[in-house]
């Protein structure tokens, strides 16, 4: 096809595929060099974009230039998560970029379900949960559960040790683990549930006592059947009207990782502030 042709896209697709991406067609037309009114003329039919127009357009949208040719927008490809932002944001919905991971792990996510059915594997084996229980019995029961002792613990000699640790704990017991480089203003991690793969990812951008953090945050929210995009996942003091499956998910993170009989014992031993010198 010539380079000035105009291409015979399906408006509502190309609508469909901008509402998925979570841009406005100003920020799209500024990311491509064409004028608005020119990119919202081909989500309703008055103009059809040159070849090179769509070849920029889909790449900025992060879809196959084929996509735009369907009869009629596809089923959404943005697993159905719930957005948990810090206490008296005003954001409200995940950005752009978070959409397209959270799109891509989706689709992760169904490939591995279906090997796993197709293996005949029985579903996860993870405990249902309600926020209204005690977070650190459930703290108690995952670490008993993931097989990790203090000892365990006491073997790994740093940061990254205990990562890789907590990992393969986690994906020995059939969750499905992600470490994705989001960036600091995107969200620090997200779950999506499902029987045959649970799936957690943690933002790369964050060090790794976060991203650990960030692991049992998610996994609380598989436990509670909360899939959850979440823009904050470390500890910090509860504001009043705050998310009460946050809150939950902040305190079973912190007591599986620090269960508070290992954390007072530490705190005991000799040379540490406030503890004892004999």
Sequence with gaps: MPKGSDVPVTPTVVKWALDESGFTPKAVAQAIDVPYETVRAWTTGELRPKVTEL???????????????????????????????????DRRAPYPGERLRLRE???????????NR???????ALPRLKITGDPKAAAAAT??????????????????AALEGWRSALEDSGVFVLMLPLGEELCRGFS??????????????????????????EYGHLLTRTSSACAEASARR?????????????????????????????????????????
Excluded: M
């Design 55 to 89: 070849r920029a357009f889909a790449q900025w949208l992060n879809r196959p230039l084929a996509t735009f040719l369907l009869p009629a927008p596809p089923p959404s490809s943005l697993p159905a998560v719930q957005f948990r932002s810090v206490p008296r944001s």
């Design 105 to 115: 792990a989706a689709r992760l996510q169904t490939v591995l379900s279906w090997i």
């Design 118 to 124: 197709e293996l005949q594997r029985s579903a996860v």
């Design 143 to 160: 670490r008993i559960r993931l097989g990790v002792t203090s000892e365990v613990q006491q073997s790994w000699r740093s940061p990254s």
């Design 192 to 217: 999506l549930w499902e029987e045959y793969a649970p799936l957690i990812a943690a933002n790369t951008a964050w060090n790794i006592e976060a991203r650990i953090f960030t692991l049992f945050h």
């Design 238 to 278: 509860t504001v009043a009207n705050d998310d009460p499956a946050e809150r939950w998910c902040e305190q079973f993170a912190s007591a599986v990782i620090i269960p508070a009989a290992d954390l007072k014992r530490y705190l005991n031993r000799p040379g540490i502030a406030g503890g004892s010198n004999g």
